[in-house]
């Protein structure tokens, strides 16, 4: 149990157009579900904690116009990078948290690799 | 801020050799502490947690123990397998609520070797 999925688990985009990453609980309910972004060779950085039917919470330093996390249902978060440029070229990976509260720790997605060119 | 500092890596060991990953943390109040584990490919998976001062996590041939004396959680196994190879995080959490965040260490490769 407790599997967080993503897709695309890979995406190339040009310089200046959108992508869209979803994050899905398949066999649980999140009512909260966290963005982070992973550099080569270093640790994950949050980004954002995302609410379901709620604005998400951004990190300080996170652009939220850059980002946009909606969170509409409680499986489904979506990452929509903006105007991507190379410097958001990077690994976004997303976790959630059992609604039934049970504890603190997070179940991962697979990442998503997102290079921009 | 909370902190989690991590022993340099990467780390290369021979197969069925001792592990030891070192892990220190800063915070207030009364965290609670992880290991995660990412497999080259996936994701991060939870390898282990403790809860509270003196708590010992295990799994999978690992464990840590919650040393508040010297803020430490440092992951130990007895006999690495080539299996193990893999990306180490130590992490904490405040149990601050439903947006509890987890604050993450550097990371640690581990390399095992037949």
């Known amino acids: 149990g407790a599997v967080v999925s993503q897709h695309p688990s890979w995406v190339i985009c040009k310089s200046g157009t959108s992508v869209k990453i979803e994050c899905r609980s398949l066999?649980?309910?999140?009512?909260?579900m966290f963005w982070y972004r992973q550099f080569p060779k270093q640790s994950l950085m949050l980004m954002a904690t995302?609410?379901?039917?709620?604005?998400?919470?951004?990190e300080q330093g996170v652009e939220k116009d850059k980002f946009l996390i909606n969170h509409a249902s409680l499986t489904l978060s979506t990452l929509t990078v903006t105007s991507a440029h190379p410097e958001d070229s990077s690994f976004y990976i997303c976790?959630?948290?059992?609604?039934?509260?049970?504890?603190?720790?997070?179940?991962f997605g697979p990442g998503t690799r997102l290079t921009v060119t | 801020g909370d902190s989690v500092t991590q022993m340099e890596g990467p780390v290369t060991l021979s197969e069925e050799a001792f592990l030891t990953i070192n892990c220190t943390y800063t915070?207030?109040?009364?965290?609670?502490l992880f290991w995660y584990v990412q497999y080259p490919g996936e994701g991060l998976q939870l390898l282990l947690k403790?809860?509270?001062?003196?708590d010992k996590g295990s799994n999978k041939g690992f464990e840590a123990t919650y040393r508040k004396e010297t803020t430490s959680f440092h992951l130990e196994k007895g006999s690495v397998q080539v299996s193990d190879s893999a990306v180490y995080f130590c992490?904490?959490?405040?149990?601050?609520?439903?947006?509890?965040?987890?604050?993450f260490g550097k990371g640690i490769t581990l390399s095992v070797r037949p």
């Open positions: 976790s959630a948290r059992d609604l039934s509260g049970r504890a603190v720790e997070q179940y």
């Open positions: 066999d649980f309910q999140a009512t909260t």
């Open positions: 995302s609410n379901e039917g709620s604005k998400a919470t951004y």
């Open positions: 915070a207030t109040g009364y965290p609670s």
């Open positions: 403790a809860t509270k001062a003196d």
């Open positions: 992490a904490l959490s405040k149990m601050a609520g439903a947006n509890s965040k987890l604050t």
